[in-house]
């Protein structure tokens, strides 16, 4: 069983900054992709931004420039570093990992969290 745990949501002023958290815990052989995807009220989930085991990164064309993407691999970590905060980046942001476990390769997504950015 694996599962992944978000952390640092809120509920932030315009321009201010959120730090999110992502730890992957269980029978966890290898990781290879981890990313954060987000989801707006009515909205269809999108890519936020991914990161590769080799620390290749990918971001939305909304967020560049104001998020960055990192991983710890000693810790199965990732996180996403949110400035520059935005009314519309108002979301619940889900943790997604691509990884082996001790039986196949899948993709594993958090429970989500919270972000809020007041305008």
């Known amino acids: 069983q694996v599962q992944l745990v978000e952390s640092g949501g809120g509920l932030v002023q315009r321009g201010g900054s959120l730090r999110l958290s992502c730890a992957a815990s269980?029978?966890?052989?290898?990781?290879?992709?981890m990313g954060w995807y987000r989801q707006a009220p009515g909205e269809q989930r999108e890519l936020v931004a991914v990161?590769?085991?080799?620390?290749?990164?990918n971001y939305a064309d909304s967020v560049k420039g104001r998020f960055t993407i990192s991983r710890d691999n000693a810790k199965n970590t990732v996180y996403l570093q949110m400035n520059s905060l935005k009314p519309e980046d108002t979301a619940v942001y889900y943790c997604?990992?691509?990884?082996?476990?001790?039986?196949?390769?899948?993709?594993?997504w958090g429970q989500g969290t919270q972000v809020t950015v007041s305008s």
């Open positions: 990161i590769t085991g080799g620390g290749s990164t």
């Open positions: 269980g029978s966890i052989i290898r990781i290879y992709t």
């Open positions: 997604n990992a691509e990884l082996d476990n001790s039986r196949y390769r899948g993709n594993y």
